[in-house]
């Protein structure tokens, strides 16, 4: 035999005539094994037995006793394995002469035990299970159709079928539904049934599962004394199933109704966390004028394990967008809860108005005291829609890719910090970069450029390559032929997001221009610099008449900045039709509060800081500020005249 067993046999001798021997073979998963003293004591026992009725016979009618096929007994005392079954047949269990089952008899159906033992040991999908059946026991028994049936929520219900023609698997369901009605009698069956004629079939009552010609087995699929099911083997012609036939179908149903159970509970189990994972993606995408978005995301074909790959778009809190990609490492419920929690940390952070880099830092500090046993990679990049560009900040994660209307493909040069969890004092580092109108940005995580056929360099260029393509595409077209990189779905071994942006431009009615420039840190003469960077860009810009309060209250803004703040200063003058915008930006975190001016005029740093910024709520027709990178932004607005601006 082509595989380990165990075999103990014994002669069957009475005085001096020898009758035969007995012989008892332990095959997978049974065997192979050491022979106890119970086993052997009870061996013995039986052969006396043997050797009793056989001294009882005389000698015509042992010689004529039909030889047949040898039969294969499951001996309830001898067997521990709960999902062997002792057998009992109506016509006894001697063999009938001649008769044969697909050519197997004797040990060749304990070989088809031990492979099909092996096959659903190592699958955790029903489908894999229903080609199993199909191999391991339609085929090698001689049956021509198959179907696996058991009943979900009080209803029929076939979970995978061989041979029948499609549309098998529906079964009239009308309420109310009675388990004892003849079409779905057998769906919760309670022993198992050698129907060996078609008038036995006809009487059953099988409906659509047996063409009324032949012979079928129904075996009951148990697991953990939970009914599972019903095995239906059907045959095309009237067929006698032996008693080690039957005794090897009962076993091999014991062993797929645990497997069958088994599988149901992980799949319902990969069910739920799935549609917990599905529920932590975003539902819809935003409608912009300036923006089009479009996303991807695909399971691992391997395992039923889920992964924490998640996209997100944020409406920010000055009203702009920002673009957030991730990954949590390993595959596991654990890893999609990893997920969820860092989904909501990270939409927190942003509703507060943190940038990038400083949004990171803090993910990744509480990710660590968190103590989570799962690291992830993220890149977060925030859109300045009046602007037309983007500031990028990236723990771990693959940097996106921008394709310009040219067809240029580039990758920001930004530095990639650790991932979030690994070490909690990690500084991640920021940076802006344009966004032309007509460019694509491509998020995405490390599946889309790395399968089972496909390695990281191989699949990032080929992305490359299909991105340069995307000027005059639908997005949604473009976003099915990146999917196409990882191969077929089947080669997936890691979940794929993908999140593609195309920046139309700023509208019309919103930004015209944009300046910027920066001050180092204490260089209170830069405050000049300032007020002449100011000038000169508002008379370019035509705006002249407002030249006079923007100057003041900028040198207001800068000079608390350069006096409280040990960092550089960064100054942005924005033009909208109807006002100008200054965004004075530092690294001391702590908001500005105006202070009212005392009757004596004394007071501390702190107070004439206030007196400035009471000057900036006196001209300004709005002014704030909002948390940047790991300091603030300190903005005002004014009104513009209603006339266009000359270019």
């Known amino acids: 035999m082509p595989f380990p067993f165990t075999v103990a046999s014994t002669p069957l001798v009475a005085a001096q005539h020898l009758y035969g021997v007995l012989t008892v073979i332990w095959v997978p998963p049974l065997g192979p094994k050491e022979i106890s003293s119970r086993e052997r004591e009870y061996i013995t026992s ?5 050797v009793g009725e056989l001294e009882d016979l005389d000698d015509e009618q042992l010689q004529s006793t039909p030889a047949g096929a040898p039969a294969f007994f499951l001996l309830p005392d001898m067997v521990t394995d709960s999902a062997s079954h002792s057998v009992s047949t109506p016509g006894g269990d001697r063999p009938v002469d001649g008769a044969t089952t697909a050519g197997y008899s004797g040990t060749a159906f304990l070989y088809q035990i031990y492979k099909l033992a092996f096959a659903l040991t190592a699958t955790m999908r029903l489908n894999d299970i229903v080609d199993i059946v199909a191999a391991r026991i339609m085929k090698p028994f001689g049956a021509q159709r198959m179907a696996i049936c058991a009943v979900d929520n009080d209803r029929p219900r076939i979970l995978g079928y061989s041979g029948y023609p499609q549309g098998v698997n529906h079964f009239d369901t009308r309420d109310p539904w009675s388990p004892d009605s003849d079409t779905v009698r057998f769906f919760t069956l309670g022993d198992p049934e050698f129907l060996e004629t078609a008038e036995e079939v006809a009487q059953a009552g099988l409906g659509p599962l047996t063409d009324g010609r032949g012979a079928c087995a129904l075996l009951p699929l148990t697991s953990a004394g939970h009914r599972e099911g019903t095995l239906v083997l059907s045959f095309s012609a009237p067929h006698r ?8 179908l009962v ?3 014991g062993l797929l109704g645990q497997a069958l159970g088994r599988t149901r509970q992980f ?3 990969h069910a739920l966390v799935r549609g917990l994972q599905q529920e932590l993606l975003p539902h819809t995408l935003p409608h ?5 978005t479009v996303a991807r995301y695909v399971p691992a074909a391997a395992g039923i394990e889920v992964g924490g790959d998640w996209y997100d778009v944020l409406t920010l809190a000055d009203g702009n967008v920002g673009l957030v990609i991730g990954d949590v490492e390993g595959h596991s419920p654990a890893a999609a809860t990893t997920m969820g929690q860092i989904r909501s940390v990270v939409r927190a952070y942003a509703a507060e108005g943190h940038r990038p880099a400083d949004l990171l830092g803090r993910t990744n500090r509480l990710l660590t005291e968190l103590g989570t046993a799962h690291f992830a990679t993220c890149c977060c990049l925030w859109l300045d829609l009046r602007v037309g560009t ?8 693959p940097l996106p890719l921008l394709s310009t209307p040219g067809g240029g493909i580039a ?6 910090g650790l991932p979030l969890g690994v070490a909690t004092e990690e500084v991640y580092r920021q940076t802006e970069i344009p966004l032309p109108a007509g460019s694509v940005l491509a998020l995405y995580t490390d599946g889309l450029v790395q399968s089972r056929t496909v390695d990281p360099g191989t699949g990032t260029r080929m992305l490359c390559d299909a991105l340069s393509q995307a000027h005059g595409q639908r997005l949604e077209d473009l976003a099915d032929r990146l999917m196409d990189v990882a191969g077929e779905a089947e080669e997936h071994e890691d979940d794929i997001a993908l999140l593609l942006v195309r920046f139309h431009g700023a509208p019309a009615d919103t930004l015209r221009r944009v300046s910027r420039m920066f001050v180092q840190r204490h260089d209170l003469q830069g405050v000049g610099q300032v007020r002449r960077f100011l000038e000169e860009q508002l008379r370019r810009w035509g705006r002249d008449e407002m030249c006079y309060d923007v100057k003041l209250m900028t040198t207001e803004l800068v000079t608390n900045a ?9 100054v942005r003058l924005l033009e909208s039709p109807n006002h100008i915008r200054v965004e004075v930006r530092d690294s001391d975190p702590r908001p500005p509060v105006p202070a009212p001016i005392t009757v004596s005029g004394t007071g501390d740093a702190d107070t004439e800081h206030g007196r400035g910024l009471i000057i900036v709520e006196t001209l300004a027709s709005a002014w704030g500020n909002s948390p940047s990178g790991r300091g603030k932004s300190v903005w005002f607005e004014t009104a513009a005249a209603s006339t266009t601006p000359s270019r």
């Not at 039986?46 to 043997?50: G, H």
């Not at 990758?411 to 990639?416: G, H, K, S």
Request: hydrophobic share 50%; net charge negative; with cysteine.
């Open 288 to 292: 912009m004028r300036e923006l089009d």
């Open 390 to 397: 983007a500031e990028l900040a990236c723990a771990g994660h």
């Open 241 to 248: 199933f032996l008693s080690e036939e039957r005794a090897a």
């Open 267 to 269: 799949e319902a189990e």
């Open 562 to 570: 350069l006096l409280h703040a040990d960092s550089d200063v960064d």
């Open 46 to 50: 039986r052969a006396k037995e043997l």
């Open 251 to 253: 076993a091999m149903a």
């Open 411 to 416: 990758a920001p040069d930004v530095t990639v």
